[in-house]
């Protein structure tokens, strides 16, 4: 199994490989998952390195973002797959959310409260971020 | 394992995903046919009618989470393309994902211990803003369970996805960055591929509100756990 055949999966569900369908296109997306992935390992290396909390994804992206920065432009092999990959996000999510099968004995009747608590919260936290970012923006432009 | 059956569960997957994004779009976005929902729903489903256990799934669509890792790194392009705007914008961000953070980390331990959450239950809640694999880091760290901190991350994400931007709305604010921060604090990864469907912009600031949650939260809540609850 390689991560070619996930590409080509990819490419049905999108709009942008299938314009330019040439195998120039595919081989630079291969080229920029490679590039991506190369980024990822090397995140992962500086968080074991320097034991870190934070994941080495977190670190790549960063690490990715100040390539970027240094060299003035964004690596041409990911112009395209980088989209790409974001656009599709969600499908990366289920494997982990199919997980919450495995869950009924850890849970052991406060699901209704864990429900509440994740509804409640997240609801608030959504609240607060929108107003505190309204708000620091809004004070910002009035000391201009 | 083998690798035929491993390509079977990612064709299978891929498919079901395809269709639920396809009912996600025709429906024109309703929040409760949000593909992970259903898409998960439909394979959960299927699972359970073939006797497949989750391990044996989750062995075979292990470069589906790979390439979400990869996604993660990928994110640093929009935010490289954005980043004349976000550089203006660095001090109210960093100022309300603080806050953002504060407020949601606090109202869940208020929940939680109001309605007498059990301890691993609660531990795994504290981190549910945070993407995944920090949110099971940090969990680790106060006395959470991995498999449920891992549900309850995804299930915030699904949440704030499906409502988030509806919550905004009421509250008059429909501006795409700020939801976009929002979405990114809140729900991390599933809220940044809700946002990049607003618009890149969004995303970009999304993906960043995630990353800088993500490190806030580890900074922050192991050591006040520590001393507050344990």
Known sequence: ?144 | MTAPENAAWIAFTVLVYAVALKLYRTSNNTPLLHPVLTGSGVIIVILALTGVNYTRYADGVALLHKLLELATVAIAIPLYRERAKLKALARPLILSICAATLVNLASVAVLALTLKIHTISFASLMTKSVTTPVAIGISDLIGGNASLTAVIVINTGIVGAMFGPSVLRWMGITDPITTGIALGTVSHGVGTARAFQISTQAGAFAGLSMALCAIFTSLLLPTTFQIMFM
């Not at chain 1, 199919?98 to 919260?121: D, E, M, N, P």
């Open chain 1, 1 to 144: 199994m390689s991560h070619s055949n996930t590409l080509v999966y990819f490419t049905h569900n999108s709009k942008i490989m299938t314009k330019s369908n040439s195998v120039k296109t595919v081989a630079l997306g291969l080229l920029g998952i490679g590039l991506l992935w190369g980024f990822a390992g090397a995140g992962e290396f500086l968080v074991d390195l320097m034991a870190l909390p934070i994941p080495g994804a977190i670190v790549g992206m960063l690490l990715l973002l100040l390539f970027c920065t240094l060299s003035g432009a964004e690596p041409k092999p990911t112009r395209d797959v980088a989209p790409l990959l974001l656009s599709h996000m969600n499908l990366l999510f289920l494997p982990a959310s199919v997980g919450v099968i495995t869950l009924a004995s850890v849970v052991s009747g406060q699901f209704t409260y864990i429900l509440i608590t994740v509804l409640a919260s997240t609801f608030l936290a959504f609240a607060v971020c929108g107003l505190a970012f309204t708000f620091f923006t809004k004070t910002k432009d009035l000391k201009k």
